[in-house]
């Protein structure tokens, strides 16, 4: 009996702890640098003997720049892709993945082309692992639902993916 009321006690005092510090907002980060992703920072052309490119497109240089919030890359000298870290950029185990959804609603369906690429630096090697792929959910209440993703193409694992290699580019003084 008097075990159970030791515990009680316990548990009441812990209880309200537990839920007043979860209420309670972020503790402050200041005085901690944001991380940068410098080793994806620079030019990158493009291997083509170690790639495996089996999409249409083939960027054979990307510039990549992060500042405190996002990362941009830009292909072939074209406009850059902007990828908030809030949003569009998830960390891997040893690097990144950069995310891009683009979506549309037709009737009661609603469909997402989901492009990702995973990001990883080793020395002077940036590898790029691509995949495209299409997420298809049903509308509920005015909102998608419930989705599942299609196969594409023949319904190979390789359909929508590539893999490329670029090579740092030595900056230019």
């Not at 990828?83 to 995310?99: K, P, R, S, T």
Request: glycine share 8%; net charge positive; with cysteine.
């Amino acid at each position: 009996m008097r075990s159970r009321v030791l515990a009680a006690i316990c548990l009441a005092s812990f209880v309200p702890a537990f839920t007043s510090a979860q209420n309670q907002p972020p503790l402050p980060v200041e005085g901690r640098a944001p991380r940068l992703f410098t080793e994806f920072v620079g030019t990158w052309k493009l291997d083509e003997s170690a790639s495996r490119m089996t999409l249409g497109e083939r960027p054979s240089t990307l510039v990549i720049a992060t500042t405190p919030t996002e990362i941009t890359v830009a292909v072939d000298r074209n406009v850059p892709f902007h990828y908030a870290f809030a949003n569009d950029v998830v960390l891997l185990g040893n690097g990144i993945a950069l995310i891009r959804r683009n979506s549309r609603q037709q009737g009661e369906v609603f469909t997402t082309n989901v492009n990702t690429r995973a990001l990883s630096v080793e020395g002077d090697r940036l590898t790029v692992d691509s995949r495209i792929a299409v997420l298809v959910q049903t509308v509920q209440g005015g909102k998608p639902g419930q989705g599942h993703f299609v196969q594409m193409g023949d319904g190979s694992p390789e359909t929508g993916y590539q893999h490329a290699v670029y090579r740092r580019r030595p900056s230019t003084p």
